[in-house]
């Protein structure tokens, strides 16, 4: 029996050679070769077991805020993470204790968070992805220096062997855009986060001022993903692509953006050639003039 017909059997829902444009914020066309929704956690669990049991590479797909495929075609099964779930664990005068899963989207976790009165998360209005994507990517914001992970007491993850897994904290070994799951792998079922009762009003203002930053220094609404590369030396990338003149530089239909250097846009129809010769100007100028070597921020496949 061919593996799509193995994996239909257990994932109804299955496609094959699905279109991930509409899924991918920077609108790149890439097909899947076998993709499933998840819609519960049961869900991510069969859909890995299964992968492994078939040998077939495995990506889970979260808000596609940082996923850039630089082939036309991804082989194996592309899951897309739309597990939801949110619920109190925990509570005393003080805080409570949320589980929320990983395919819970990171702003509407922001703004349900702000009407509780719970802080934790008010420093990410505006933050696309999903909540597993922005702890995979350890996702921050610098003003001030907050990570996304900061309240994250422990968390659920689906081991290498299709296990669950409890661990807390410190497993993740987070660090700027890094946390282990980037190299073990494992995939985030929920995490617990313990969060501050705290007066709306305070964490509707630094939202509302957040918000109002991202709006005048970033892009948003333009097809992108988000910063492309990660600061370097202590320095804003995005700083560095601008004195070096690159704004507005484009190849194909793809720009560095005239707002932030460091976000390069689709305008429309971009496809992945061109994305690489752009992101081969960016590099090499950056080499050449501040003799610093540029690493993505985004997930390459
Ligand atoms: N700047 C320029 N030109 C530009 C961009 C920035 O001169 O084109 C200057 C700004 O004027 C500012 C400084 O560089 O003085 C820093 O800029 P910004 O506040 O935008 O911060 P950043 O270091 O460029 C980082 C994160 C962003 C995050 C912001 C705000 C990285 C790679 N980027 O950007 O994260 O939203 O801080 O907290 O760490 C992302 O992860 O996708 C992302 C956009």
């Not at 395919?103 to 998360?121: C, M």
């Not at 995979?136 to 907050?146: A, E, I």
């Not at 492309?228 to 953006?257: C, E, H, P, W």
Request: hydrophobic content about 40%.
């Amino acid at each position: 029996m061919d593996k799509f017909k193995i994996l239909k059997k257990q994932l109804k829902q299955l496609e094959k050679n699905k279109d991930l444009f509409p899924f991918l914020t920077i609108r790149l066309n890439s097909k899947a070769e076998f993709f499933f929704e998840a819609k519960s956690r049961t869900d991510l669990i069969k859909a890995y077991s299964l992968s492994k049991k078939l040998n077939l590479p495995f990506l889970i797909l979260g808000g596609g805020s940082n996923l850039v495929p630089t082939e036309k075609k991804i082989a194996g099964l592309v899951v897309k993470n739309s597990y939801l779930k949110k619920e109190i664990v925990k509570e005393s005068d003080s805080f409570t204790d949320l589980l929320i899963s990983s395919g819970y989207p990171a702003s509407l976790l922001v703004n349900q968070t702000i009407e509780l009165g719970l802080s934790g998360f008010e420093n990410f209005a505006g933050l696309p992805g999903t909540v597993g994507g922005a702890i995979y990517m350890n996702s921050k914001w610098t003003k001030p220096l907050t990570y996304f992970s900061d309240y994250l007491l422990f968390a659920y993850l689906i081991d290498r062997e299709g296990k669950i897994k409890k661990v807390d904290r410190t497993y993740f070994k987070f660090n700027y855009d890094y946390s282990l799951l980037q190299k073990t792998k494992e995939i985030l079922l929920e995490g617990v986060f313990r969060l501050k009762k705290t007066d709306q009003a305070e964490l509707k203002k630094i939202a509302a001022d957040n918000l109002k930053y991202r709006r005048q220094t970033q892009p948003l609404g333009k097809a992108s993903s988000g910063c492309f590369f990660k600061n370097i030396a202590g320095q804003s990338t995005g700083y560095l692509i601008d004195k070096a003149g690159l704004k507005g530089y484009r190849v194909g239909r793809f720009m560095i953006s005239e707002k932030h250097a460091n976000f390069i846009i689709n305008l429309g129809g971009g496809d992945q050639e061109d994305l690489l010769k752009l992101i081969k100007v960016i590099k090499s100028t950056i080499k050449e003039k501040f003799n610093l070597d540029l690493e993505e921020e985004v997930i390459i496949i």
